[in-house]
């Protein structure tokens, strides 16, 4: 009963500090789908945008982390986009799942040297629970304790909100996650009261000198969590190739470490995608390397999507800082 019991609290503790109720972000951002870091970003572009991630975590390690999710954001007038995002995450015997929808509006600041600012916020549903149906006796606890019945779990509402600026081909979004504490007198002690969050996501787009169809993206993307001040910096390079049709693939890079451990990185690996003719896909690896390097092969992620409902808008300010946003 003792072990079971600090296997519970540490699943719960490690998912609680890990997850704390959020849409996970991994590199999903990167697959030319950037609603994923905020809600600014939604109805900019031409299209009905829809992305679906799929991501096998630590690949090797028996209940390693699993996800898939789904974004899809669209403009609904000449300044104005709404999205819907979902998620299913999958942690041991821990269990996430969450919704998000999210409306923004667009501005433009100055129209000649095409300055624009969007405003973003969401409104979230999440819930975690103990998957107690699956635990298996092992050899030191033969017998689950009978005690442990009825469906472990908590739901939390919550907010984000978030500002975008661009300038021509440079952008910086600023987002807040999370911004009303949740009720968690089922977990008292172990979870964080505070679930508030901080995304900075900035980089610029470079038109290569030599060939008008190349485009060179670096980007930064930056996360601070308010409950204990850990945070973690993503350093990013993409480039793009566009063809003659409007259709392009692309290929990058993404470096990740926590902010205390520079040379120590979390993962870090090879990215590659492509647009034809209105369907994208794209496919990410990440080198784990920590301790459990020696016990699996890495994480892997696909993505999939359609740019579906063409139609242009009258206003500037929904102009996305890539050629990839127009098709």
């Known amino acids: ?27 999903q951002y990167l697959a030319d789908n950037d609603f994923v870091i905020s809600p600014t970003y939604a109805g900019i572009g031409d299209n009905l945008k829809i992305r679906a991630n ?32 979902a998620y299913n995450d999958k942690n041991g015997n821990t269990r996430q799942k969450g919704i998000k929808f999210s409306f923004a509006h667009h501005l433009i600041l100055d129209f000649k040297s095409k300055q ?12 975690f629970r103990i998957a107690i149906e699956d635990f298996d006796p092992t050899y030191e606890i033969p017998i689950i304790d009978p005690a442990i019945t009825d469906d472990r779990g908590v739901s939390n509402n919550n907010f984000d ?27 008292e002690g172990v979870e964080p009261s505070q679930l508030l969050n901080y995304q900075f996501y900035t980089g610029i ?9 190349i485009e060179f993206e670096p980007s930064l993307f930056f996360q601070l969590f308010d409950s204990d001040n850990r945070s973690s910096t993503d350093v990013n390079f993409k480039v793009r190739k566009f063809t003659r049709m409007g259709d392009y693939y692309w290929v990058g890079a993404s470096y990740r470490f ?19 003719n209105n369907f994208y896909f794209a496919y990410s690896y990440q080198l784990t390397i920590n301790e459990l390097a ?8 696909i993505t999939i999507g359609l740019d579906l409902l063409q139609s242009a808008s009258n206003c500037a300010c929904t102009k996305g800082s890539s050629r990839s946003y127009y098709r």
């Open 258 to 276: 926590l902010n205390d451990q520079f040379f120590d990185p979390l993962n870090v690996g090879p990215m590659a995608g492509v647009m034809y």
């Open 294 to 301: 020696g016990y699996n092969s890495g994480t892997h992620m």
């Open 54 to 85: 799929g991501l096998t975590q630590w690949v090797g390690i028996k209940n390693a982390p699993d996800n898939q999710s789904i974004y899809a954001d669209f403009r609904i007038s000449n300044r104005s986009g709404v999205g819907l995002s």
């Open 205 to 213: 787009v470079l038109n290569s000198k030599k060939n008008k169809d």
């Open 116 to 127: 624009y600012l969007s405003l973003g916020i969401s409104y979230n549903i999440n819930n």
């Open 1 to 27: 009963m003792k072990n079971l019991t600090l296997y519970i609290l540490f699943l719960v503790m490690s998912f609680g500090y890990g997850q704390e109720l959020n849409l996970p972000v991994w590199t």
């Open 161 to 187: 909100a978030g500002v975008l600026y661009r300038n021509k081909g440079f952008y910086f979004s600023a987002n807040a996650n999370n911004l009303v504490s949740k009720d968690i007198k089922d977990f």
